[in-house]
């Protein structure tokens, strides 16, 4: 079987995130044939290599992907533990023998609104990188007034924590006593970015409600409430961002594209593309 990198390998078998993994392997938690690991990249063969975290054997990939799309409640923490025994967001959706699913993102503690808990790295990866540029929102509210000159200036971005969190869409929705009701659509950030996207701004965040990712939104699904994603609905979620799924190489769908280092031009689908 053709080798992958140990970053795929153990997202798609529901260890962690991509990131999560990029972390462990600086940890030197992982090894491979009782080797440890210590640098990236590595490549390992998911049949013949055995791979180890923190000394447990890793089962080898899930058959098939599964997707809850989870509301999550404050209070509940989007990690894969925590130390100070507060509820996981896995823990709200079912367990299903032989698969770990993880949180696609974060939200913050208090911060409540969808969550996606998966097991298909390739898609985790495509949601998550800024250069997909896939579209969160969300409902803020925040203290005080907000005047049109800062909402025209989070349409130009910023930087946040020594990178550019891309312009943020800000739409007034109403003013409610001393707060006003904000929807937020960020598409090139993080999703944390958006408290220091707003502080940068001058805006003080109150509440914060994720309501949509991508085209999938929170209609019908109370706070607390989760339900599995349908075919179709993935399949959106592949095509909503700035490149759809694969266009890159990562997962099945799209052409890979890359230059030719000999004629300088770009191949897409056994087409080329002057660059």
Request: glycine residues 10%; hydrophobic residues 35%; charged residues 30%.
């Amino acid at each position: 079987m053709a080798k992958m990198r140990i970053q795929k390998l153990l997202s798609e078998a529901g260890v962690a995130s991509r990131r999560a993994v990029e972390e462990m392997v600086l940890e030197a938690r992982i090894t491979v044939n009782d080797e440890p690991v210590t640098a990236l990249p590595c490549f390992v063969d998911p049949q013949e290599d055995h791979i180890r975290v923190d000394g447990k054997p890793v089962r080898r990939r899930p058959s098939q992907h599964v997707y809850f799309l989870l509301n999550k409640p404050r209070g509940t923490v989007c990690t894969q533990s925590d130390p100070e025994g507060r509820r996981l967001a896995m823990q709200l959706v079912p367990e299903i023998p032989g698969t770990r699913v993880y949180c696609v993102g974060r939200l913050d503690v208090e911060s409540t609104g969808l969550v996606l808990l998966t097991n298909d790295g390739d898609l985790t990866q495509y949601l998550t990188h800024p250069k997909y540029g896939v579209p969160k929102t969300y409902v803020v509210e925040v203290r005080g007034t907000v005047t049109p000159e800062q909402l025209a200036a989070s349409r130009r971005g910023s930087h946040v924590a020594g990178h550019r969190s891309g312009a943020a869409a800000i739409k007034f929705v109403r003013q409610a006593g001393e707060h006003s009701l904000l929807e937020v659509t960020l598409a090139e950030g993080r999703s944390q970015d958006i408290h220091e996207v707003l502080r940068v701004l001058g805006i003080r965040i109150h509440r914060l409600r994720r309501v949509a990712i991508g085209p999938i939104t929170d209609r019908h699904l109370e706070i607390g409430s989760f339900r599995p994603l349908e075919p179709f609905e993935v399949t959106k979620l592949r095509h909503c961002g700035k490149l759809p799924f694969g266009a890159d190489g990562h997962g099945k769908p799209g052409a890979r594209k890359h230059r030719d280092r000999t004629s300088g031009k770009r191949k897409t689908g056994g087409k080329d593309e002057r660059g």
